[in-house]
């Protein structure tokens, strides 16, 4: 039986403005295995990015469990009781660019953070391969701002793939983009799957969600 990735159990959030409180994730229980695929969908403001970020471990921790299980990499696996982080760093997500480096920098900043004693040369032969997968391999020295807002997308989805992470969180990873650019980024992603990533995003595009295993459908802060 594949490896549980992702257990969340009983996630709620609460956004408080003033007096006034939302409910943007109501009791949301959702398991994972490695290799596995879901999409999740619904109108906007439901509560996708809210719950992303809740499994995601970026968000405070919920009063609930949840824990994320890193399947190939079992001693960096803990499984925590109340939320507090617990992915392994091959399972962060790095968000932001470095405006003033090459594209290839950018995406190695996993392979650094993973492992500092990885060279230089390393760094560099590993980013090239994940962006030779989102197609740029021959953009790698152009700075984040000589790229399109497409590109800078793939190169974001390099820098999520280059480290092979137990799970990847994709919040709209096609958004805004060409069928053609955005079928690359979903087979870089599916790619991922088959070697055991577990794949979970939001989207809006129905063929995006249909080529994930599972699609689920969020309204008010919870599955329908
Ligand atoms: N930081 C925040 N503070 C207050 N309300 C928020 C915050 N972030 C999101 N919300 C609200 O929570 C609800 C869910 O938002 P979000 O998770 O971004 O939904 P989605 O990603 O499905 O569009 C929305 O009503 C949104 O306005
Ligand atoms: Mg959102």
Redesign the pocket.
């Known amino acids: 039986m594949p490896q549980t990735t992702i257990d969340a159990r009983h996630l709620t959030k609460r956004?408080t403005?003033g007096q006034a409180q939302?409910l943007?994730v109501h009791d949301i229980s959702l398991h994972a295995s490695a290799g596995e695929s879901i999409a999740i969908m619904?109108?906007?403001?439901?509560?996708?990015?809210?719950?992303l970020r809740m499994i995601g471990l970026s968000m405070k921790p919920p009063p609930a469990p949840c824990s994320c299980r890193d399947a190939r990499h079992r001693k960096t696996t803990r499984t925590v009781p109340h939320g507090a982080t617990a992915c392994s760093a091959s399972s962060r997500r790095t968000t932001r660019s470095l405006e003033d480096e090459p594209a290839w920098v950018n995406v190695a900043i996993p392979v650094e953070y993973a492992n500092p004693r990885i060279g230089r040369a390393e760094r560099r032969q590993r980013a090239t391969a994940a962006l030779e997968q989102v197609g740029l391999a021959g953009k790698a020295r152009r700075m984040p701002r000589q790229l399109s807002g497409g590109e800078q997308q793939r190169i974001a989805i390099a820098r999520a793939t280059v480290m092979h992470p137990a799970i990847i969180i994709a919040?709209e990873p096609t958004a805004a983009l060409d069928t053609h650019t955005a079928d690359t980024i979903m087979t870089t992603l599916l790619a991922q799957c088959k070697q055991g990533t577990t794949l979970i995003l939001?989207t809006h595009d129905p063929r995006v969600a249909a080529q994930c295993d599972t699609t689920l459908t969020?309204r008010d802060?919870a599955f329908l």
């Open positions: 956004y403005d939302l943007a619904g109108p906007s403001g439901c509560g996708k990015s809210t719950l919040d939001a969020m802060g």
